[in-house]
Protein backbone atom coordinates (compact mmCIF):
# COMPACT_ATOMS: atom_id res chain seq x y z
CA UNK A 1 0.00 0.00 0.00
CA UNK A 2 1.17 4.03 -0.65
CA UNK A 3 3.39 5.21 2.55
CA UNK A 4 4.04 8.70 2.80
CA UNK A 5 6.69 8.85 6.20
CA UNK A 6 7.49 12.62 7.31
CA UNK A 7 10.44 13.54 9.60
CA UNK A 8 12.95 15.99 10.32
CA UNK A 9 10.20 17.93 12.60
CA UNK A 10 11.08 19.30 16.48
CA UNK A 11 11.65 21.72 18.81
CA UNK A 12 13.51 25.20 17.25
CA UNK A 13 13.84 28.57 18.20
CA UNK A 14 12.26 31.65 17.06
CA UNK A 15 14.61 32.07 14.31
CA UNK A 16 15.45 29.07 13.75
CA UNK A 17 15.39 26.31 10.33
CA UNK A 18 14.36 23.01 9.95
CA UNK A 19 14.69 20.55 7.01
CA UNK A 20 11.19 18.08 6.39
CA UNK A 21 11.42 15.41 4.28
CA UNK A 22 8.64 13.06 2.68
CA UNK A 23 9.42 9.54 1.53
CA UNK A 24 6.83 8.09 -0.65
CA UNK A 25 6.56 4.46 -1.61
CA UNK A 26 4.46 2.77 -4.25
CA UNK A 27 3.38 5.39 -6.13
CA UNK A 28 4.77 6.98 -9.34
CA UNK A 29 5.75 10.13 -7.48
CA UNK A 30 7.19 11.72 -10.58
CA UNK A 31 3.64 12.30 -11.76
CA UNK A 32 2.32 13.83 -8.33
CA UNK A 33 1.15 17.19 -6.85
CA UNK A 34 3.16 16.87 -3.91
CA UNK A 35 1.37 19.44 -0.96
CA UNK A 36 2.95 19.88 2.10
CA UNK A 37 0.05 21.20 5.20
CA UNK A 38 0.34 21.83 8.55
CA UNK A 39 -2.64 22.01 11.30
CA UNK A 40 -2.25 24.28 14.57
CA UNK A 41 -3.82 23.06 17.59
CA UNK A 42 -7.73 24.39 17.69
CA UNK A 43 -7.42 25.44 14.03
CA UNK A 44 -7.87 24.03 10.24
CA UNK A 45 -5.34 22.07 8.32
CA UNK A 46 -4.06 24.72 5.56
CA UNK A 47 -2.08 24.32 2.60
CA UNK A 48 1.52 25.63 3.14
CA UNK A 49 3.41 24.78 0.01
CA UNK A 50 3.09 22.65 -3.37
CA UNK A 51 4.72 21.30 -5.93
CA UNK A 52 3.85 19.94 -10.00
CA UNK A 53 5.97 19.75 -13.24
CA UNK A 54 8.40 22.07 -11.58
CA UNK A 55 5.70 24.76 -10.75
CA UNK A 56 5.47 25.62 -7.02
CA UNK A 57 2.95 27.63 -4.59
CA UNK A 58 3.37 29.15 -1.08
CA UNK A 59 1.13 30.01 1.08
CA UNK A 60 1.31 33.72 1.64
CA UNK A 61 2.43 33.37 5.41
CA UNK A 62 5.12 31.59 4.39
CA UNK A 63 6.39 33.06 1.37
CA UNK A 64 10.27 33.89 1.37
CA UNK A 65 11.19 31.55 4.02
CA UNK A 66 9.84 28.04 2.99
CA UNK A 67 11.21 26.16 0.20
CA UNK A 68 9.35 22.99 -1.10
CA UNK A 69 11.73 20.96 -3.14
CA UNK A 70 11.69 17.40 -4.42
CA UNK A 71 13.99 14.61 -5.51
CA UNK A 72 12.01 12.36 -8.25
CA UNK A 73 15.32 9.76 -7.97
CA UNK A 74 14.82 9.19 -4.48
CA UNK A 75 10.59 9.64 -4.14
CA UNK A 76 11.39 12.51 -1.56
CA UNK A 77 9.77 15.70 -1.23
CA UNK A 78 11.49 18.41 1.21
CA UNK A 79 10.08 21.74 3.16
CA UNK A 80 13.17 24.04 3.85
CA UNK A 81 11.99 26.26 6.57
CA UNK A 82 13.56 28.87 7.23
CA UNK A 83 13.30 32.17 9.36
CA UNK A 84 10.20 30.20 12.20
CA UNK A 85 8.15 32.26 13.75
CA UNK A 86 6.02 30.74 16.83
CA UNK A 87 3.11 30.68 14.53
CA UNK A 88 4.16 27.97 12.76
CA UNK A 89 4.23 25.64 15.36
CA UNK A 90 1.84 22.91 13.89
CA UNK A 91 1.58 19.37 12.63
CA UNK A 92 3.52 19.18 9.35
CA UNK A 93 1.58 16.54 6.98
CA UNK A 94 2.64 15.38 3.38
CA UNK A 95 0.17 14.99 0.82
CA UNK A 96 0.47 13.04 -2.48
CA UNK A 97 -2.60 13.62 -5.05
CA UNK A 98 -3.59 13.47 -8.57
CA UNK A 99 -6.85 15.38 -9.23
CA UNK A 100 -9.43 15.18 -6.48
CA UNK A 101 -9.50 11.52 -7.05
CA UNK A 102 -6.32 10.52 -5.82
CA UNK A 103 -5.13 11.51 -2.37
CA UNK A 104 -2.55 10.08 -0.15
CA UNK A 105 -1.58 11.34 3.48
CA UNK A 106 0.99 10.99 6.11
CA UNK A 107 0.73 10.81 9.80
CA UNK A 108 2.78 14.12 10.16
CA UNK A 109 5.52 15.12 11.74
CA UNK A 110 5.30 18.06 14.58
CA UNK A 111 7.04 21.19 14.31
CA UNK A 112 7.31 23.57 17.80
CA UNK A 113 8.59 27.03 17.70
CA UNK A 114 9.68 28.94 20.72
CA UNK A 115 12.13 29.72 23.01
Known amino acids: QVQLVESGGGLVQPGGSLRLSCRAS????????MRWHRQAPGKERELVAS??????NYADSVKGRFTISRDNAKNTVYLEMNSLKPEDTAMYYC??????????WGKGTPVTVSS
Open 51 to 56: SVGGIT
Open 26 to 33: RITFSGYT
Open 95 to 104: NAAIGISINY
